[in-house]
Structure formats: C-alpha cells, structure tokens
C-alpha cells in the first residue's frame, strides 16, 4: 500500500511540472505608432516655424503636434486604413486618404510640406479674345512685383457659376512679378482641356500659395484647394475662338 501512494505522488508531480513548462504564444499586437514629418512655409517658398501643426486620425481620439523640426508621433493607434487631417492656424486644412497602418509602426516616409492661407485678393478680372488667342487679365492686392512674389489659380466651365468647387478644368499655382498678370490661352490649349470653338467659358481666379496644400478628395470626386484666397473677382466669360 506505501509503495502504490508513493508512485500516484510522483505522477501527480510530473503532471503539475509538466503544465508549467508549456510554452504560450503572446497575444499579437493591434496596435502602434504612427510618425512623419511636416515642412511649413509662408505663403511663398520661405520656411517658418515647424511646430504647432495638429494631426488628426479621422474617427478615433487620436492626435499630435508637432515639434520644432516638424515631426510628430500618433501613439497607440489600432490598425486599419485612415485619413489623416493636419491644421494650425493660418493654414488650410490638408488630408492624407489612405494612410495604410499594418503590423508595426507606420512611418509617412515623405515629408508633408504645407503653406499658410494666401493673403492675395484678386480685385479684378477680364477676359477676351485678341490674335485668335484667349487674353485673361488678373489683377490683384497687394500687387505682384519683383520685391514681392504673388501667387494665383484660376478655373474654367462652361457654368457661370464657376468656382474652385465647380470647375472643369484648375490651372496650377501661377507666380506673376507684374500687376496684372495677363494669361494666354490658346485655342489648342482649350480644346484640350474640353472647350469646342464657339461656346461661352467661364473663368475665376484667386490668390493662392506656392503649397497649396491641394488633394484629391475621394468622396467629393474633385480636387480642393484650402489655401485660395476667397476674397475674389466675380467671374467672366469668353467666347473660345
């Protein structure tokens, strides 16, 4: 009888050491950080302050400012794909779609450069036909000159109520020296961009900044552009030649 309990205690001891050796698999993660860079600037090319810009994850809790050399850190954040916004004073709001965050720190590897909000004022706009070309004329507040650079874009539609949110076509940030600035559009150019010979196009014009801080909205199926000037000419019209 000794001998049989003695050999049931030392199988229960091996069975009570064996549990304990069991290896476990650490629960994987679902979350972590993600980081970048910003690059501020005027509304010209010159670099200011880097700190102060707020980034946002779109939908969660999630934000951070960034430091003086630009960088910042969304600590935490659980895995998916995302929209990031990024504000501060003075600027337009600028979003990054699609921000992919997948098993580990996500690193935006490319700078975000950003400028402030134009202080450009289109004050005046006129447009027509002179040489077989189209001649748009743009003056604006302050007035571009050597010492001090100014900025414009200007839209296109057949619409008259053109505008940067309703626009066929969006020309890229102009850089004039000279007040006005006089533009011209040839018929290829128009053609090109969809206009036929004969029909009434419609053109706005604001102040804008070197970075724009554009982007291509997904759910709105156009470009937007939070730097413009509102403070803008009404529109005219030509008639494409």
């Known amino acids: 009888m000794k001998t049989?309990?003695?050999?049931?205690?030392i199988l229960a001891f091996w069975s009570c050491s064996g549990d304990?050796?069991?290896?476990?698999?650490?629960?994987?993660?679902?979350?972590a950080d993600i980081t970048g860079t910003v690059s501020l600037y005027d509304e010209g090319d010159t670099q200011i302050d880097n700190s102060?810009?707020?980034?946002?994850?779109?939908?969660?809790?999630?934000?951070?400012?960034?430091?003086?050399?630009?960088?910042?850190?969304?600590?935490g954040v659980t895995f998916g794909t995302y929209t990031l916004t990024y504000e501060k004073a003075g600027y337009g709001t600028f979003k990054k779609y699609g921000v992919e965050h997948r098993n580990g720190n996500t690193i935006i590897s490319q700078t975000t450069s950003l400028g402030e909000v134009s202080?450009?004022?289109?004050?005046?706009?006129?447009?027509?036909?002179?040489?077989?070309?189209?001649?748009?004329?743009?003056?604006?507040d302050p007035a571009g000159s050597l010492q001090n650079?100014?900025?414009?874009?200007?839209?296109?539609?057949t619409d008259p109520e053109v505008s940067n949110e309703n626009y066929t076509y969006y020309s890229g940030v102009i850089l004039f020296e000279n007040n006005p600035v006089r533009l011209v559009l040839t018929p290829d150019f128009l053609e090109d961009e969809g206009f036929a010979s004969g029909q009434t196009v419609y053109v706005k014009a604001y102040g804008d900044s070197v970075f724009?801080?554009?982007?291509?909205?997904?759910?709105?199926?156009?470009w937007v552009f939070?730097?413009?000037?509102?403070n803008a000419a009404d529109a005219v019209s030509f008639v494409v030649p």
């Open 149 to 157: 650079k100014r900025y414009v874009r200007y839209f296109l539609s």
């Open 119 to 140: 202080t450009t004022k289109v004050t005046d706009l006129e447009a027509g036909v002179e040489g077989g070309n189209v001649l748009v004329s743009i003056t604006t």
């Open 226 to 230: 939070p730097n413009l000037n509102m």
């Open 52 to 75: 102060g810009m707020t980034v946002k994850v779109v939908g969660t809790s999630k934000s951070a400012t960034t430091n003086a050399s630009g960088s910042f850190t969304l600590s």
């Open 4 to 9: 049989k309990i003695y050999f049931i205690l």
């Open 20 to 31: 304990g050796d069991e290896e476990t698999t650490p629960p994987a993660a679902t979350a």
């Open 212 to 222: 724009a801080n554009d982007y291509l909205d997904p759910d709105l199926s156009r």
